[in-house]
């Protein structure tokens, strides 16, 4: 398994268009989760998910913004009419239980 | 809340050992993370630690937790130029869907 990937690696898009990330985690991971981090913090809690149900969803977390992951298997992180302030590196990892989680290399998204 | 919290940065010569420090909040923190972020790379998990434990040693890191005094430590023997990168300190609590919270990061700069 060559562990969890992200795509794209980079985005750049002008405010008000949408955009979408795919993430596939480690195979039989069946918890994958969403952060977001911006330059000189910690990662930000999103969401989460145990296999395809979505248990948890951030305060954070406005309408524009949705999760999905169909089949249990790989997820998508959508964000509608962009806006500046939502320029950060997002960032996938996945675990299954009693294991650390392991990130993917995320996707560095700028909202000109 | 849920708090983490860490030293912003620390340096050493190669060949020392360094020891970054971390305290948290929550009494009910079930498992401790240390992840590893080299410049523009993702979060490399480096070990973790259940709350039942009081030390892990795996190769140069040695971790050290003191559940009274919610204080976790990680020590890297040996440092090298390598090592330069910044270490997260992240908790989770088993009943909360193990979503991570992290603190600020360490910057840790090896000098030769």
């Known amino acids: 398994d060559t562990g969890v990937s992200q795509n794209p690696r980079h985005k750049i898009t002008k405010r008000g268009q949408n955009v979408t990330f795919r993430c596939d985690p480690i195979s039989e991971h069946n918890r994958l989760y969403w952060y977001r981090q911006t330059l000189g913090q910690g990662p930000e809690f999103l969401t989460y998910f145990q296999n395809e149900a979505q248990l948890e969803k951030s305060r954070l977390l406005s309408d524009r913004f949705s999760a999905e992951r169909p089949k249990g298997s790989f997820s998508t992180l959508e964000i509608q009419r962009t806006e500046q302030g939502d320029s950060a590196m997002y960032l996938c990892a996945s675990s299954r239980s009693g294991q650390g989680s392991y990130f993917g290399p995320g996707t560095r998204l700028t909202v000109l | 809340g849920e708090d983490v919290e860490q030293s912003l940065f620390l340096s050493v010569r190669e060949g020392d050992s360094s020891v970054i420090n971390c305290t948290y909040t929550?009494?009910?923190?079930?498992?401790l993370y240390w992840y590893k972020q080299e410049p523009g790379a993702g979060l490399q998990l480096l070990t973790y630690i259940f709350s039942n434990m009081d030390m892990k040693q795996d190769q140069r890191l040695t971790v050290l937790l003191n559940k009274k005094d919610k204080h976790l430590s990680l020590r890297i023997a040996d440092t090298q130029t390598g090592d330069s990168a910044i270490y997260f300190c992240?908790?989770?609590?088993?009943?909360?869907?193990?979503?991570?919270?992290w603190g600020l990061g360490t910057s840790l700069a090896v000098n030769p």
């Open positions: 929550d009494s009910s923190s079930t498992y």
């Open positions: 992240a908790e989770a609590n088993a009943g909360n869907n193990r979503k991570l919270i």
